[in-house]
């Protein structure tokens, strides 16, 4: 049974910074690349970051760059988003997928997905 688990979400004040995680388990981890999306009310689900199974290739969507950054650890099957200077807009749903593919900046491109983990950013 595949299962990926989000957790770190909260309440965080503009400025601030988070650092979201990942657990996987029911597939061979180190076959996998990792992304994370989020969602906001009322708004499409939208790329963040991705990784691929190595760790050596990352990208991540340009309103993150330079803020946030992806990791993994191929060891105990988890994947990482630290976020630092949280802006209100960052404000969403952040889901974590896995997929077969060599890396993927669109949800379809995923093969599951976590519940997500809420991330609130006040002004």
């Known amino acids: 049974q595949v299962q990926l688990v989000e957790s770190g979400g909260g309440l965080v004040q503009a400025g601030g910074s988070l650092r979201l995680s990942c657990a996987a388990s029911?597939?061979?981890?180190?076959?996998?690349?990792m992304g994370w999306f989020r969602q906001a009310p009322g708004k499409e689900r939208e790329f963040v970051a991705d990784?691929?199974?190595?760790?050596?290739?990352?990208y991540y969507a340009d309103y993150v760059k330079g803020r946030i950054t992806i990791s993994r650890d191929n060891a105990k099957n988890m994947v990482y988003l630290q976020m630092n200077s949280l802006k209100p807009e960052d404000t969403a749903i952040y889901y974590c997928?896995?997929?077969?593919?060599?890396?993927?900046?669109?949800?379809?491109?995923?093969?599951?997905w976590g519940q997500g983990t809420q991330v609130t950013v006040s002004s």
């Open positions: 029911g597939r061979t981890f180190i076959n996998l690349a």
């Open positions: 990784i691929r199974w190595s760790g050596s290739n990352t």
């Open positions: 997928g896995d997929t077969k593919a060599f890396m993927s900046i669109t949800s379809r491109g995923y093969d599951y």
